[in-house]
């Protein structure tokens, strides 16, 4: 049972549900939760906090593609260190191969579970060469430094969303033009939400091919393409 | 100016003011990350006894930020009143602690003025939850939009119904089924998914409709950024709070776009409204520990002591309500349970001290080592303490910024068990119109009325 498929209507308003998909109309015992809905929120926070202590198994994603990982030795210290998240070990960086172009970054981020079951699939809506590297523990930024070792003009990061109690299989992609060490997030473009019953692969892997065009156009990503940018999310801080 | 303390036998030094006040910060995964914690137990309780013998005074000679580098510093130390100082000027940290628990409740409202974040932030690194809930239960703060915030007996809760896509009618559901469980009494305010004028003007004019609709004596306010707010007024748009995120840094509030200019420009073009009818505190900030580091504008002060000088810039305008998002910024600053509810203890005590309308989003990530256990104990405690309002978010679960708060039930609870009472006018519309009395929906609240049919 999730937060789309609540328990029977303990609440005379429950028919305020059909509106929203918040926890409206639970009904109460005393001044608490019904036994029922206060179950269903422990269930979706399990299901969010298994998801974000879950790992990307890069051999069961049907890619042929090479494996590096940041700094961060482990989970921990990838909640507590996001800046070793987005460092590339050394060994890591000068095994990677110099291709330019455009390279796409697969990425557990803060949750491996919707990279790992949409990675390839999202890669064939690209329907484009570009080659792939699979990172694990990383940041956004880690993005950076793959994209320098490998001469890209940019890379595209596919990498885990934080999950919510509603959704724990979100992925976004973020688009950084001429990656190096030192970009920001104001110098990058975001697709979010990216899974079933949010953004299609269709319509993401069109956003993706619409702003690299544009970027290749202007020199660049972030804030002055944005605005050019018809009814795209904004810039959210996975950092 | 060098601090020394011995203690077993080694004796440690610390090289500023600032380095004292982040070796003697109980632990935090922030403070670990920005490389300025403590790095032994001994170190922080060396650094706490040197701390609690430093004189109040000497915290008016040496700023932690530059005077010159940051207006922040500015605002603290032009706006430092010496005759509200005088009655505590010759104690040092440890004796002002002593003099916080003895004192009565008129004498703390008294000194408010003469305090500066940093003696605050000072004495709170000194004391024990206990403490902290004890001295800040004395303070008395009350301020007025449409209704009366902040009164002995109170407890207020924002009403936040949030909705993935702005949906105006998803977001009406969400403030009904607020209003039948007791909530919006402090705000009834959307966080926007879009921070667009468009976007913002119609969730204003959605909640401007069911306001004067159910005639509800509260006020609204649209969390979008201070210059959209701008925006939106000059078109017309009926604007109750403006809202902004603000820090303890010149660098954090740049990194949020805005600086000290632009909120009194913004305080006056909402004042200018003239929408308030028993007051015209007409502010609404929110703040969070780890900011100035997120921004990478700490200049090497822990995290605690920046938050504190967030309710410096607070005060400067007079708030209705400014609440800190305690377990929202990420573990990376707080890592778990223990590490929020310390956190949101001291910045309720802080922001009480300095003369705040203080509230505490108690709240969670799902990459926080906590859960609603975590938050239950710390709500108990800040209810417990005078907290002056919570979050009220259906279930608990934001669907839009997908974090868990404080749900209506919860609010409902922490009243129940103390003793609580809505915002006087507010507790009066509830019982005009009926809500709590039976299980079904008010006639006076049919949904069908704010276009829920």
Same mark, same amino acid.
């Given at each position: 049972m999730s937060a789309e498929t609540p328990p029977a209507p303990p609440a005379p308003w429950a028919g305020l549900r059909r509106f929203t998909p918040a926890r409206v109309g639970l009904g109460r015992a005393g001044t608490g939760l019904p036994t029922a809905a206060h179950l269903d929120f422990q269930e979706a926070h399990a299901a969010a906090r298994d998801a974000v202590w879950s790992e990307l198994r890069p051999e069961a994603l049907g890619l042929d593609a090479p494996v590096v990982r940041s700094e961060a030795p482990d989970r921990r210290a990838y909640l507590l260190r996001p800046d070793l998240g987005r460092r590339l070990r050394a060994e890591d960086a000068a095994r990677l191969p110099r291709t330019g172009g455009v390279v796409v970054v697969v990425a557990d981020g803060l949750c491996a579970a919707g990279v790992q079951a949409q990675a390839a699939a999202l890669l064939r809506a690209f329907a484009a060469p570009w080659p792939v590297v699979v990172a694990l523990? =990383?940041?956004? =930024?880690l993005g950076d430094a793959i994209g320098e070792a490998m001469g890209a003009e940019a890379v595209v990061v596919m990498i885990g969303e934080r999950p919510g109690l509603s959704a724990q299989d979100s992925v976004g992609l973020y688009l950084t033009w001429a990656p190096r060490p030192g970009r920001t997030d104001a110098e990058r473009n975001c697709i979010s939400n990216i899974r079933p019953g949010g953004l299609s692969h269709a319509e993401a892997a069109a956003k993706l091919h619409w702003l690299l065009r544009a970027a290749r156009a202007l020199g660049g990503t972030g804030v002055a393409l944005k605005d050019e940018a018809p009814a795209l999310p904004s810039l959210e801080g996975e950092g | 100016m060098a601090f020394r303390h011995t203690v077993a036998g080694t004796r440690y030094v610390f090289d500023d003011l600032r380095t004292l006040l982040a070796r003697a910060s109980p632990f935090r995964s922030g403070d670990a990350l920005a490389g300025v914690a403590a790095s032994s137990a001994a170190e922080r309780v060396a650094a706490q006894r040197a701390l609690a013998d430093l004189p109040l005074a000497h915290f008016l000679n040496e700023a932690v930020i530059p005077y010159e580098a940051d207006e922040v510093t500015r605002l603290i130390l032009d706006g430092h009143d010496r005759a509200a100082f005088a009655p505590i000027a010759h104690l040092t940290v440890g004796g002002f602690r002593d003099w916080l628990l003895a004192a009565p409740p008129e004498a703390l409202a008294s000194i408010r003025a003469g305090l500066t974040p940093e003696m605050a932030a000072a004495v709170s690194k000194i004391m024990r939850v206990a403490d902290l809930v004890s001295v800040a239960a004395k303070c008395r703060v009350v301020t007025r939009f449409r209704n009366t915030i902040g009164l002995p007996g109170t407890l207020s809760i924002r009403l936040q119904p949030n909705h993935p896509t702005d949906d105006p009618r998803g977001v009406a559901a969400a403030v009904l089924d607020g209003l039948l469980l $007791? *909530? $919006?009494? *402090?705000v009834i305010g959307v966080n926007p998914a879009t921070d667009s004028v468009e976007q913002v003007r119609a969730l204003l004019d959605m909640l401007e409709a069911v306001r004067t609709r159910f005639d509800i004596p509260t006020q609204s306010c649209v969390l979008c950024h201070v210059t959209t707010s701008l925006r939106v007024m000059e078109r017309g748009a009926p604007v109750d709070l403006v809202f902004q995120s603000i820090g303890g840094t010149e660098g954090v509030n740049r990194s949020f776009g805005v600086d000290l200019a632009v909120l009194r420009e913004a305080r006056a073009a909402a004042r200018a409204l003239k929408r308030g009818s028993l007051g015209d505190n007409v502010m609404y900030f929110e703040t969070g520990q780890g900011s100035a580091l997120s921004a990478e504008a700490h200049h090497g002060v822990d995290q605690q002591t920046l938050e504190a000088r967030a309710y410096a810039v607070a005060r400067a305008f007079d708030p209705l309500l400014v609440n800190s998002v305690v377990g929202f910024i990420g573990p990376e600053y707080l890592f778990d349970g223990k590490q929020i509810m310390r956190a949101g203890l001291e910045d309720h005590f802080c922001g009480k001290l300095l003369g705040l309308p203080m509230g505490v989003d108690v709240c969670y990530t799902n990459h926080a080592e906590a859960d609603q256990d975590d938050m239950d104990a710390l709500l108990i405690n800040l209810a417990v303490a005078g907290v002056t309002y919570i979050m009220g978010v259906p279930g608990a679960d934001d669907v839009m910024l997908a974090y868990q708060s404080t749900s209506f039930h919860d609010g409902l609870t922490a009243r129940a068990l103390l003793g609580k009472t809505p915002a006087p006018e507010f507790a009066a519309w509830m019982a005009r119109m009926g809500i709590g009395e039976g299980e079904a929906i008010p006639e006076g609240l049919a949904p069908a009325l704010i276009g829920l049919g």
């Open positions: 523990q =990383a940041r956004v =930024a | $007791g *909530a $919006g009494d *402090a």
